[in-house]
């Protein structure tokens, strides 16, 4: 058993990964700032932001994965990278995995490029794009001393597009993974099956892979 820390732990994305954790027999600990209105059975709520690191104690001490699943909207608009950031910062030089939720924009449409960002990509989903650009830049830019790893999902993607758990997926590595019909979808619950693998199984370290069916 694993203690999984997951930032916006009752977010979409992050609801997901608590469930799967939990799932699989692991310790986990949602941080979020509000308190959830429907907790999962058998995980730990905290009540924080990774803003204020320094606030949430000893929450991320020991964790054998801390999973980030910030997203630059609302109030978070212009603070996901200065989150991201502090996170990078505490984790550095110690034995804890960062799992980081990425967005399909800076997926490449093909081997070598370009990004699915520079293909026409709509105008209203550019900055939520750009900031997981910029996150994965972070990541890369980071010393040895942090074990990350970065996930794309695909193209559809979110509760608009809910889907089922399979509990399959494809590893596309750079590439967007697309089916047989040019479709590119991840249910939430194989998205958060996807990150679960890797911390079970590494098979990317300080590297960004795409997932999708």
């Known amino acids: 058993m694993a203690r ?9 994305a992050g609801a997901h990964f608590v469930r799967e954790g939990v799932s699989r027999g692991h310790d986990v600990v949602a941080v979020a700032r509000k308190a959830p209105s429907d907790p999962i059975e058998g995980a730990t709520y905290v009540q924080g932001s990774a803003l204020d690191v320094a606030g949430l104690g000893d929450v991320l001490d020991g964790a054998d994965a801390v999973i980030s699943t910030i997203s630059p909207r609302g109030d978070m608009a212009d603070k996901a990278l200065d989150a991201l950031s502090a996170l990078i910062a505490k984790l550095n030089g110690t034995s804890t995995r960062l799992g980081v939720v990425g967005g399909a924009g800076g997926s490449l449409v093909a081997p070598g490029g370009p990004r699915l960002f520079d293909q026409g990509f709509p105008e209203e989903y550019k900055h939520e794009a750009q900031v997981g650009i910029d996150s994965l830049e972070l990541l890369q830019e980071s010393g040895q001393g942090v074990d990350w790893f970065f996930v794309h999902p695909a193209e559809v993607f979110g509760p608009w597009a809910e889907g089922v758990r399979t509990g399959e997926y494809r590893d596309g590595g750079d590439v967007i993974v697309r089916d047989a019909d040019g479709n590119s979808t991840i249910s939430g619950a194989d998205f958060a099956v996807a990150f679960f693998d890797e911390i079970e199984n590494p098979k990317h370290r300080r590297e960004r892979f795409t997932v999708g069916y």
Do not use: K
Not at 4 to 12: A, P, Q, S
């Open 4 to 12: 999984i820390v997951v930032i916006g732990g009752t977010g979409y």
